[in-house]
């Protein structure tokens, strides 16, 4: 692989890290199957990259972005929480009226970002390829975040909604409003994947519709890889976990597609990444049931 | 002060299931007494303090806490008011989060929650005094997860946890039950010294006749969701097990085999 080939990984792992954090939030803290990632995903792409098409400055458009990526986490608990329909229907109800949606807003199938300015070449020192910058910043926002949603979940607020998705009988029992909770986890975790799919139609020339699609199961094998190489329960350790295991996740696809000795091809890694998704879903269960627990 | 009001709750109506779990249960509890609850299984002693936390609703009745309706509140508008342990171990402590984080949330049980540290060092130390109260160590484990400690353990820290924030009611819904002897003994002596401690309004229910005599000040009996024996002071005092197996003889209807189980 040549370091243009390692460094393009790198980019797209860090930005699917964003992705699977957010999915480590719902699955993982929430306890909530949240499908709204494979709209919230283009969602974000889609608004950034009209936006910007349309003269915006690309922070506002990226900020935006993630913001509409919150509303739709929110309208998704919504629909669990006050309409008390089933978590996975409600997520996929929202994912269905995301394309839908998402073609509104951008109008047509795609919008390309070929000439227009973005968070990257904007911010980009004369001294460092593009290549190598595009990276470079990602390395920071992804820190950053994972360095703030560590910070949130030890707060009051944070912890309210690791109770709620651990043991929802008892948050309520120590006076947490778990409908909120959950409203405010959904809202968090789709934030970061709009924000993910902003960088994402920024990095790759422009936001599609299809771009969504399988965002979830690559967020959830990036979680699961992350939580294999290095489990822990520990929060700051599980989100560096999460983190690692979308780089990683990114570079075997990588690899994968690169070297002919794996035989691998192109259109086996859905497959490969279904098995490992159907794992990670399965696992807990047995886990739950040998246990002897049973939820209320 | 606890004021439940003719309360009627029927599960599954009109079905061929249909349980009338409450059926004019009213009771008054005054501040500050601590009240044992027994009653048959089925008699509604459970239902009753769910509806108390508000974890069921009531069809009829009313629920007045310290003179506040409490009645359509949901359970975590309640927490403010009402203290809870329940029966299994696993229910009242969240696996997940370490024993500090559990403490920290019931710290702030009926409070806003902000965007502050929820285990700051001056609370970690108030939990670690708390904790080597309790003669188990687990003032050195406050960053173990609490689900790995025993049902016992887990226990006795839900106790602690429902006192470190002031309420005016403690439900007790037959929290020594799932524990060994020896363990369940522990955690009752300990429920009386923190009742005392805190002179907490307290209702516990309980399946040992010896316990609800010997603990607390005042007796109830439940049966068919309504109470059926009411005793307090030197009437109380006067009661022995056999006077209560008596009385649950006479409202069933029917012979008591298993006497050894009930005096436990
Ligand atoms: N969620 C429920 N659904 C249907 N029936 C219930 C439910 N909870 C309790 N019951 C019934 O209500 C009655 C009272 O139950 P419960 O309050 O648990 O009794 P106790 O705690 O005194 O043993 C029983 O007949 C029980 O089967
Ligand atoms: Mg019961």
Redesign the interface.
């Known amino acids: 692989m040549s370091l243009y080939t390692l460094l393009g990984a790198l980019e797209i792992g860090l930005i699917f890290s964003l992705v699977a954090l957010g999915v480590y939030i719902s699955f993982r803290l929430l306890r909530f199957p949240d499908l709204t990632v494979d709209g919230s995903f283009p969602l974000g792409g889609a608004v950034a990259a009209t936006m910007i098409a349309a003269g915006y400055d690309p922070f506002t458009s990226t900020i935006v972005a993630t913001i509409a990526g919150a509303v739709a986490g929110l309208i998704t608990g919504w629909l669990n929480v006050r309409l008390k329909i089933m978590d996975l229907l409600a997520s996929i109800l929202m994912m269905i009226a995301l394309y839908s949606i998402n073609l509104r807003i951008m109008g047509k199938p795609n919008v390309p970002l070929i000439m227009e300015p973005t968070v990257f070449n904007l911010l980009q020192p004369e001294a460092l390829a593009d290549y190598v910058f595009r990276p470079l910043l990602l390395v920071f926002v992804v820190l950053a975040v994972k360095l703030l949603l560590d910070?949130?979940f030890?707060?009051?607020?944070?912890?309210?909604i690791?109770?709620t998705?651990?043991?929802a009988?008892?948050?309520?029992?120590?006076?947490?409003?778990?409908g909120l909770a959950v409203l405010a986890g959904m809202a968090l975790s789709n934030a970061l994947v709009g924000l993910a799919g902003a960088l994402f139609a920024q990095t790759q020339g422009g936001a599609d519709i299809s771009m969504g699609v399988g965002t979830i199961v690559i967020g959830l094998a990036a979680v699961i890889v992350g939580e294999s190489l290095l489990p822990s329960?520990k929060l700051y350790l599980a989100t560096i976990a999460v983190i690692v295991g979308a780089i990683v996740y990114r570079f075997f696809i990588a690899l994968a597609l690169n070297s002919d000795f794996i035989g691998l091809q192109a259109q086996d890694l859905n497959l490969v990444t279904a098995v490992l998704v159907t794992v990670a879903l399965v696992v807990p269960k047995l886990r739950a049931h040998w246990s002897g627990?049973k939820g209320? | 002060m606890l004021k439940a009001t003719d309360l009627r709750l029927t599960f599954n109506p009109g079905t061929p299931i249909e349980t009338q779990a409450l059926r004019g249960m009213t009771l008054e509890i005054p501040t500050g007494q601590f009240v044992t609850v027994i009653g048959s299984n089925g008699a509604g002693k459970s239902t009753f303090l769910n509806a108390v936390?508000g974890?069921q609703r009531v069809d009829s009745g009313t629920i007045e806490i310290d003179g506040i309706d409490m009645t359509r509140l949901?359970?975590?508008?309640r927490?403010?008011h009402v203290a809870?342990v329940?029966q299994d171990p696993?229910?009242?402590?969240?696996?997940?989060?370490t024993i500090e984080?559990n403490m920290?949330?019931?710290k702030?049980?009926?409070?806003r929650?902000?965007?502050?540290?929820?285990?700051k060092p001056a609370l970690r130390e108030e939990f670690r005094a708390q904790l080597a109260t309790l003669g188990l160590g687990l003032e050195n484990r406050l960053s173990d997860?609490i689900g790995l400690l025993s049902g016992g353990q887990r226990q006795a820290v839900s106790l602690l946890m429902a006192a470190l924030q002031p309420s005016r009611l403690l439900l007790l819904d037959e929290h020594t039950a799932a524990l060994d002897p020896r363990t369940a003994a522990f955690v009752l002596e300990l429920t009386v010294r923190i009742v005392a401690e805190h002179k907490l309004t307290t209702m516990m229910v309980t399946h040992s006749m010896r316990q609800a005599l010997d603990v607390g000040q005042r007796t109830v009996m439940l049966h068919q969701g309504r109470v059926v024996l009411d005793v307090a002071g030197t009437e109380r005092e006067g009661l022995d097990v056999h006077h209560l197996l008596d009385m649950f003889e006479k409202v069933r209807g029917e012979e008591i085999d298993d006497d050894a189980l009930l005096l436990g």
């Open positions: 910070a949130y030890s707060t009051q607020s944070g912890l309210a690791r109770a998705g651990s043991n009988r008892m948050a309520r029992a120590q006076g947490v409003n778990t329960r627990k209320n | 936390s974890e949901p359970v975590w508008a927490a403010r809870r329940f696993l229910a009242g402590t969240c696996e997940d989060l984080e920290a949330l019931a702030m049980r009926g409070e929650r902000g965007f502050s540290f929820a285990v997860r």
